[in-house]
């Protein structure tokens, strides 16, 4: 067996933690391969919730073994504390959960600077948990890495030189006092200690398992129009969610990736600013994002809610690849009368051939919609997809055929159970 990625098809927040749940049961190794603490997967089994940032989700399964690939940015407070909160839920994760010793660790500057950057008046919206200045000193050749916790000496030596910078910049450009560079060499080396026994050679570790016929599910955070190639720029993360992250953020080539599920939520949500064409500012949308329950599982900010944009979804299905696709949420459609679906942008009165990726341009563009009838039923029971109502699968057939997807899962409400998979 190959290799499985898993993305966000839209602006993130679309159900990919109880997916990965869910699917993750038929896999050996899940990765989760960029983004960081600022993700928030998540799945609740019976009566228990679990929110989970930087372990992907695939440790709830109990034979599955899980691994943080280098595309990630750790926060080694978030990480401590996920871990602790799956062992006080009798969830083991020791020989079960390894580091890639290149993933690079946030540190207490990145958080302190990238508060001081939203606290400005060109916001992006980030949750404020230092990812975007961790990414920036790890391509400015700056970053402090997992594998530099084993070399004390040398780990003292970088940070000490790095909060020096930094230090300069707090006080000089932005008044603030700076930072305690003990305080931090102290609370890194002993971090070292807590996650010594978790850190592995990542790359060498899932090409030998694909060579044994293991089978790997590498997992995104974020989503596709978050991408900082391939989304709505500046309004995006500062990694690569879509499928072409997955390799670079593992190091898993991609001659070993077998195919692509997408996930999509059965209407559209963002979070933080950034333009959205068929965002709804009305009754309707707070409807949407009441029933949906639409609050950030990171920040518990309320997300922007719209109608499913398939012109959207059809980009994504090219920018990723994408041969599946896991439909989720598709219950709290259930509440309206009439649904509208986007099927195209008009621009300056003229229909777009594709996707815009200017934001100046996507913030000028028209939805052109076509209008289907609501089914008015409550369909959070339903086990099978012959359980639907006719104007269910009525509308599960259109968005396939205008986003050009093939719908192999469907979730129809946040409970594992509450998902089944679309016999073909």
Same mark, same amino acid.
């Given at each position: 067996m190959g290799a499985t990625v898993l993305v966000g098809s839209q602006w993130g927040?679309?159900?990919?933690?109880?997916?990965?749940?869910?699917?993750?049961?038929?896999?050996?190794i899940v990765v989760r391969y960029q983004g960081g603490a600022n993700a928030g997967h998540t799945v609740e089994i019976s009566d228990q919730k679990y929110v989970l940032h930087l372990i992907p989700s695939g440790i709830l399964r109990e034979n599955v073994i899980c691994v943080i690939g280098n595309g990630v940015v750790i926060d080694p407070n978030a990480l401590l504390e996920e871990i602790e909160l799956l062992k006080k839920n009798d969830i083991d994760v020791e020989g079960r959960l390894f580091i890639s010793q290149n993933a690079h660790l946030i540190m207490p500057y990145h958080k302190l600077l990238d508060s001081i950057s939203e606290s400005g008046s060109d916001k992006i919206g980030t949750t404020g948990k230092g990812i975007g200045p961790c990414y920036i000193d790890k391509y400015a050749r700056k970053g402090i890495r997992i594998i530099?916790? =084993?070399?004390?000496? $040398?780990? @003292? #030596?970088?940070i000490r030189t790095n909060i020096k910078e930094k230090n300069e910049i707090l006080l000089k450009i932005h008044q603030q006092a700076g930072l305690d560079v003990d305080e931090i060499v102290k609370e890194y080396l002993e971090f070292d200690t807590?996650?010594?026994k978790y850190i592995k050679d990542v790359p060498t570790f899932l090409n030998q398992s694909l060579d044994e016929g293991k089978s790997i599910l590498l997992e995104g955070a974020q989503g596709t129009f978050l991408d900082i190639d391939h989304g709505t720029y500046p309004f995006v993360t500062s990694s690569s969610p879509t499928s072409g992250g997955a390799c670079t953020g593992s190091g898993i080539p991609p001659t070993r990736?077998?195919?692509?599920?997408?996930?999509?939520?059965?209407?559209?949500?963002?979070?933080?600013?950034?333009?959205?064409?068929?965002? =709804?500012?009305?009754? $309707?949308? @707070? #409807?949407?994002?009441?029933?949906?329950?639409?609050?950030?599982?990171?920040?518990?900010?309320?997300?922007?809610?719209g109608w499913f944009d398939a012109f959207l979804v059809s980009y994504s299905?090219?920018?990723n690849g994408i041969t599946s696709v896991a439909l989720?949420?598709?219950?709290?459609?259930?509440?309206?009368?009439?649904?509208?679906?986007?099927?195209?942008?008009?621009?300056?009165g003229k229909r777009l051939k594709s996707f815009p990726t200017n934001v100046e341009q996507l913030n000028l563009v028209k939805p052109i919609y076509e209008t289907l009838d609501g089914w008015n039923t409550d369909i959070s029971k339903c086990e099978r997809y012959e359980d639907l109502p006719a104007k269910t699968i009525k509308y599960l057939d259109f968005i396939s055929q205008k986003s050009?997807?093939?719908?192999?899962?469907?979730?129809?409400?946040?409970?594992? #159970?509450?998902?089944?998979?679309?016999?073909?």
């Open positions: 927040d679309e159900g990919k933690g109880k997916i990965v749940d869910l699917i993750s049961e038929g896999f050996d530099d916790l =084993l070399n004390r000496t $040398e780990l @003292e #030596k970088k807590a996650i010594d990736i077998d195919s692509v599920i997408g996930i999509v939520k059965a209407y559209t949500t963002r979070v933080g600013n950034g333009p959205f064409p068929t965002e =709804l500012l009305d009754e $309707e949308g @707070e #409807k949407l994002r009441k029933i949906g329950v639409e609050f950030g599982a990171t920040t518990g900010r309320p997300r922007r809610c299905k090219m920018i989720t949420k598709l219950d709290v459609l259930s509440g309206f009368e009439k649904i509208n679906v986007c099927v195209g942008y008009e621009l300056n050009g997807i093939q719908i192999d899962i469907i979730s129809v409400g946040p409970k594992r #159970k509450q998902t089944f998979y679309v016999d073909q």
